[in-house]
């Protein structure tokens, strides 16, 4: 019965899918209901464009659906080197750390609660589930997923140029070797160390469709069993309010701009993936999610240029930030202004020691009154000091919280920079609720 509602389609998607090229080739989108896009969450759903999904699913090494254009290139060796080593590799992660994190965040983060999902999936209202901010990410949209699986819009923020949508169509065939051996190099770290290298952004450029994000992001969400809906090019304007661009705008990178990418997916129930499946009881596979990359320099002297980025963070409710490998850069001086918009912003905070400094949150900063609301610290793994390379930046009033292990609950997962599980550490950061 599927097979002849598939042939019945055929045609249809035939068209769909030339359609879709035109607009790959025109570096632009059709598909935004207005001028400017609200942060908030609609109601209605987007138009399915299928080329954004089957991109993503050959990429990730992953086979095509029935009707896909790429199915002709699976016969490729390189691709299937590529595959077989992205699935062995998979495999491992999935049933090791994602799924140790999976269980954590049932357990500790009771806002990812499959009742809670299943109920607010089930009412008629707007749904209210909380947004992930996820500042310094790069392209981690795995780790912000598999932590918080219930929330139906991420916002993540790194330095890292948008970049454009791959299409493999496009590489020369004698040059496949290299493409799918740069895409292993860039995600070698992340899958293995739980955070990415500045290698990472150093990947052969000659590949013109490797640059930037896009790809990684791209290949994580076909991983962790999405279906890519749409990509839409955005921007933050003078005003904070998230609008149209062009994937040929934001391709030519400048900071100034706070360019963006707006990705429309929903969960996938019937994603061929040899391994676990990361979807959560009570989590429904029909509701559209929304994944925002921007490409800003959160420092004090590009946020000063930009007053309209704290008006952007004004479009949501008290967020849920997420912090790991940021590089302990809110530890200094420089970065004083990310800082404070997220504690002044959050509701809750999970963040390694590389995040804010413990003593923004410890209530004993006369002169920061947001500070305050900070009403629970609850300590998850071990903290001895940071890595070498950032041993300026040891906390000696996290070493006295640690001290007593007896209120410090286990972490049976790497994060961080410290790759070794009984050396990684997590703070949930929860603030008081004023009415």
């Known amino acids: 019965?599927?097979?002849?509602?598939?042939?019945?389609?055929?045609?249809?998607?035939?068209?769909?899918?030339?359609?879709?090229?035109?607009?790959?080739?025109?570096?632009?989108?059709?598909?935004?209901?207005?001028?400017?896009?609200?942060?908030?969450?609609?109601?209605?759903?987007?138009e399915f464009v299928r080329i954004y999904n089957d991109n993503a699913r050959f990429i990730a090494g992953l086979?095509?659906?029935?009707?896909?254009?790429?199915?002709?290139?699976?016969?490729?060796?390189?691709?299937?080197?590529?595959?077989?080593?992205?699935?062995?590799?998979?495999?491992?992660?999935e049933n090791g750390q994602l799924q140790k994190i999976k269980s954590w965040s049932e357990q500790e983060l009771v806002f990812n609660?499959?009742?809670?999902?299943?109920?607010?999936?089930?009412?008629?209202?707007?749904?209210?589930?909380?947004?992930?901010?996820?500042?310094?990410?790069?392209?981690?949209?795995?780790?912000?997923?598999?932590?918080?699986?219930?929330a139906d819009q991420y916002v993540m923020i790194g330095l890292e140029p948008v970049g454009k949508v791959p299409d493999i169509r496009k590489i020369p065939d004698d040059f496949w070797e290299n493409?799918?051996?740069?895409?292993?190099?860039?995600?070698?770290?992340?899958?293995?160390?739980?955070?990415?290298?500045?290698?990472?952004?150093?990947?052969?450029?000659?590949?013109?469709?490797?640059?930037?994000?896009?790809?990684?992001?791209?290949?994580?969400?076909?991983?962790?069993?999405?279906?890519?809906?749409?990509?839409?090019?955005?921007?933050?304007?003078?005003?904070?309010?998230?609008?149209?661009?062009s994937f040929g705008k934001i391709a030519n990178h400048q900071f100034g701009q706070m360019n963006g990418v707006k990705i429309t997916f929903e969960k996938d129930s019937k994603q061929a993936v040899d391994s676990a499946n990361l979807l959560n009881d009570g989590e429904n596979?029909?509701?559209?999610?929304?994944?925002?990359?921007?490409?800003?320099?959160?420092?004090?002297?590009?946020?000063?240029?930009?007053?309209?980025?704290?008006?952007?963070?004004?479009?949501?409710?008290?967020l849920i930030t997420f912090i790991k490998s940021a590089s302990y850069l809110m530890h200094q001086k420089?970065?004083?202004?990310?800082?404070?918009?997220?504690?002044?912003?959050?509701?809750?905070?999970?963040?390694?020691?590389?995040?804010?400094?413990?003593?923004?949150?410890?209530?004993?900063?006369?002169?920061?009154?947001?500070q305050k609301k900070w009403f629970e610290l609850t300590f998850y793994g071990a903290y001895k000091e940071p890595i070498h390379l950032f041993k300026n930046f040891y906390q000696e009033e996290l070493k006295k919280n640690y001290a007593d292990t007896a209120k410090i609950k286990p972490l049976v997962f790497r994060i961080g920079y410290q790759t070794i599980t009984n050396k990684s550490n997590l703070m949930l950061a929860k603030k008081a609720i004023t009415k």
């Open 63 to 93: 086979k095509s659906k029935e009707g896909s254009d790429f199915s002709k290139f699976e016969k490729n060796q390189d691709w299937k080197q590529y595959t077989a080593w992205y699935n062995n590799t998979w495999k491992h992660i």
């Open 285 to 318: 596979e029909n509701v559209q999610k929304t994944l925002y990359y921007f490409s800003i320099d959160l420092s004090d002297n590009s946020l000063i240029k930009k007053p309209h980025f704290e008006n952007f963070l004004n479009n949501f409710g008290g």
């Open 1 to 46: 019965m599927v097979f002849l509602s598939a042939l019945l389609m055929g045609c249809d998607q035939q068209a769909q899918k030339q359609e879709a090229d035109k607009e790959i080739k025109k570096d632009t989108l059709k598909t935004f209901l207005s001028k400017k896009t609200s942060l908030k969450k609609t109601l209605l759903k987007k």
């Open 334 to 370: 420089d970065f004083s202004m990310i800082r404070k918009s997220i504690l002044n912003h959050s509701s809750i905070v999970l963040q390694d020691d590389s995040g804010i400094p413990l003593k923004y949150f410890a209530n004993k900063d006369p002169n920061a009154i947001e």
């Open 113 to 150: 609660n499959s009742a809670i999902v299943s109920q607010r999936n089930n009412s008629n209202t707007e749904s209210q589930s909380p947004t992930i901010f996820y500042p310094f990410s790069g392209a981690d949209f795995l780790y912000a997923t598999t932590l918080f699986p219930s």
């Open 179 to 245: 493409y799918f051996l740069a895409l292993r190099t860039a995600q070698d770290d992340i899958l293995t160390a739980s955070f990415f290298k500045t290698k990472y952004m150093k990947v052969d450029f000659r590949i013109q469709e490797l640059k930037g994000t896009l790809p990684i992001l791209m290949i994580f969400l076909a991983r962790t069993g999405n279906k890519i809906i749409t990509m839409e090019p955005v921007q933050i304007n003078d005003s904070g309010k998230v609008v149209e661009s």
